[in-house]
């Protein structure tokens, strides 16, 4: 979400240069027509976010952020606005009553969806990519389904969140969205289950971008951290 913010406060900045290589055009109104990146193509049509006008100060001044107090952008306001615009609407409304930050929830919209950028969506869409899963050594294909919950990665993790937190048997052979489905009923579930995804994701991208790999016990710590430090802010 940044980048768009970016591309429109500084149009001859050196990534406005690859866009327009990449798309033949800055245009965010032109940039609606094609399927980009997971999610923001719904937002992109959206035109309340990016029809906001840019606030320049006199001088040389930066651009500032026309929803936040102190003019500095926040993925929050971003959020705010697209959830009170009707662009989620869609969705089913428990994913917004979720206890967890908006950004999260951003991620949560975009993994029901499957425009997570995996492996395969940076295929489908055209971007050179390893089809490999890097979870588990790249022995298959790295799908949402694969890396949430067949990789051997995530297996291992979840069977250590079923120990911990007490839960009833895991089906792995469901898929995203029924996977969470499946216990919506067990305590504490939805916060567990968003904790646990969250990191999950986390972790993929350390490992991909800052070649920082985590044990699936040391991820367990992570994803109760966040299911405490969520439930004590419910």
């Known amino acids: 979400m940044k980048w768009l913010w970016k591309l429109k406060c500084e149009p001859t900045s050196v990534w406005a240069s690859t866009v327009q290589l990449l798309y033949g055009t800055t245009d965010i109104n032109d940039l609606s027509n094609y399927r980009i990146s997971y999610g923001l193509t719904d937002i992109l049509q959206h035109g309340t976010l990016f029809n906001l006008s840019v606030i320049h100060a006199n001088g040389n001044s930066p651009a500032t952020w026309k929803l936040t107090a102190n003019g500095i952008f926040s993925s929050a306001s971003v959020y705010q606005l697209i959830s009170n615009t ?6 089913h409304p428990f994913l917004w009553k979720m206890k967890s930050p908006p950004r999260v929830k951003i991620f949560l919209w975009l993994l029901l969806q499957d425009r997570l950028l995996t492996q395969q969506n940076l295929i489908v869409r055209g971007w050179p990519s390893s089809t490999s899963c890097s979870n588990c050594n790249g022995r298959f294909l790295e799908t949402t389904g694969h890396l949430f919950l067949q990789c051997q990665y995530a297996i291992s993790v979840w069977s250590l969140i079923q120990l911990r937190f007490k839960l009833p048997r895991l089906d792995f052979t469901l898929d995203i969205g029924d996977f969470w489905l499946s216990l919506r009923s067990f305590k504490d579930w939805n916060i ?18 800052s070649n920082i790999d985590t044990t699936p016990y040391l991820l367990l710590k992570d994803i109760c951290a966040c299911v405490h430090s969520w439930k004590d802010h419910a």
């Open 192 to 209: 567990i289950w968003v904790a646990s995804s969250w990191n999950i994701w986390k972790t993929r991208n350390k490992r991909i971008f």
């Open 86 to 91: 009707g662009v989620l609407s869609k969705l």
